[in-house]
């Protein structure tokens, strides 16, 4: 079922990729820096396990877990793995709330300044993998709290589903921007 999961959410980040192709008529050889950027920033939350595992939390077996997985060069098994244990880890940097609102601002800023198509596809992509792993969070337990964790918040479920739609507001700006 993980494998699928991945796959679905991969193939939903391709669609929404040709959908902005349409919309926005990228018919042009730069575009598909904008589609590079977006891919490799949709991936790079990721790195926030393996900080877990290296940086804030070493000797958890878990880490140590995810370690050797790293030192074999067993991909496929670390991310299958990492995508199983997700819910074990705690103080994660990037997959919290705070994170994300900083994150928001400084995408806001790269969208609206920079003209490197590769770097505002990236953080269009990165600002999309976290709003897309806080929804399946969200339909799988109907609970955000762990990204909430460190402002000390205890949202409720419509306090959950006003951010979620604000977040889902930001993203729609951000492809306007794009």
């Not at 575009?31 to 393996?50: C, E, I, M, R, T």
């Not at 000797?59 to 067993?74: A, T």
């Amino acid at each position: 079922m993980q494998k699928r999961e991945g796959f679905n959410k991969f193939i939903a980040v391709i669609v929404l990729l040709i959908v902005l192709t349409l919309v926005k008529k990228w018919f042009n050889f730069s575009s598909a820096l904008v589609w590079l950027g977006v891919l490799v920033g949709y991936y790079l939350p990721f790195f926030d396990h393996l900080f877990y595992a290296y940086i804030v939390r070493p000797d958890l077996e878990i880490s140590r877990n995810i370690r050797s997985l790293v030192s074999i060069k067993k991909i496929k098994k670390l991310i299958t793995y990492v995508n199983e244990t997700k819910d074990q880890r705690d103080k994660l940097i990037i997959h919290t709330a705070y994170f994300q609102m900083i994150f928001s601002l400084l995408t806001f800023f790269i969208l609206s300044s920079s003209m490197s198509l590769f770097g505002r596809g990236l953080v269009y992509g990165f600002c999309l993998k976290l709003l897309t792993e806080e929804l399946y969070e969200y339909f799988d337990k109907k609970d955000l709290s762990r990204w909430f964790a460190e402002m000390n918040i205890k949202p409720d479920t419509h306090a959950t589903r006003v951010y979620l739609y604000a977040n889902g507001l930001v993203l729609l700006i951000f492809s306007l921007m794009l």
